[in-house]
């Protein structure tokens, strides 16, 4: 089984500010690799996927990189609505695998 | 707009079932994989299962193996969980997700519906 491991588990930014999460895979994931958003109450939304590419409706400032085995969502310029858990996600392997999350907080 | 409502989530005792549905509409369902993930309270997501869009392939996560089944009714539009054997350890929220492929990651989610495994 692929082990993600993100981090830091919590991270305290504030509007405006850049925030940068990662995500470590235990073994190589080529490229796929993506990030859901998860505000409370509410399901997981898929941000990102193939490592950098956004999904639909997704806005510019969310941005992803890396391959193999480390990645990294950045975002840009933090607006009110982005703070929420972060989690990455490999597919390349089963089982499917998630990060145990990142909190972005103020 | 892709819809997807989970239903059949409540309190059952341990070592009992429950079954899980998963409505979809908005896209055609037969030709997506479907998924299902899991969530702790207060915890982080675990994948479950997941069914190829014809049903011919299907995963299943360690921890459920042996135990739940996933299906799906193409011509109803439905995705199935049959869980047996319930252990405390299986309460969660449980999310239906759509996929392109079976390779593909999780675009679309369900809201979920909690399944509470307890005396």
């Known amino acids: 089984e692929i082990v993600m491991t993100q981090s830091p588990a919590t991270l305290s930014v504030s509007p405006g500010e850049r925030a940068t999460l990662s995500c470590r895979a235990s073994?190589?994931?080529?490229?796929?690799l993506a990030w859901y958003q998860q505000k409370p109450g509410q399901a997981p939304r898929l941000l990102i996927y193939?490592?950098?590419t956004r999904a639909t409706g997704i806005p510019a400032r969310f941005s992803g990189s890396g391959s193999g085995t480390e990645f990294t969502l950045t975002i840009s310029s933090l607006q009110s609505e982005d703070f929420a858990v972060y989690y990455c996600?490999?597919?390349?392997?089963?089982?499917?695998?998630f990060g145990q999350g990142t909190r972005l907080e103020i | 707009e892709v819809q997807l409502v989970e239903s059949g989530g409540g309190l059952v005792k341990p070592g009992g079932s429950l079954r899980l549905s998963c409505a979809a509409s908005?896209?055609?369902?037969?030709?997506?994989?479907m998924n299902w993930v899991r969530q702790a309270p207060g915890k982080g997501l675990e994948w479950v299962s997941s069914?190829?869009?014809?049903?011919?392939?299907?995963y299943y996560a360690d921890s459920v193996k042996g135990r739940f089944t996933i299906s799906r009714d193409n011509a109803k539009n439905l995705l199935y969980l049959q869980m047996n054997s319930l252990r405390a350890e299986d309460t969660a929220v449980y999310y239906c997700?759509?996929?392109?492929?079976?390779?593909?990651?999780?675009?679309?989610w369900g809201q979920g519906t909690l399944v509470t495994v307890s005396s």
């Open positions: 997700a759509g996929a392109t492929v079976t390779t593909s990651p999780f675009d679309d």
């Open positions: 908005g896209f055609t369902f037969s030709s997506y994989s």
């Open positions: 069914i190829s869009s014809s049903g011919s392939s299907i």
């Open positions: 073994q190589s994931v080529s490229s796929n």
């Open positions: 193939g490592a950098s």
């Open positions: 996600q490999q597919y390349n392997n089963w089982p499917r695998t």
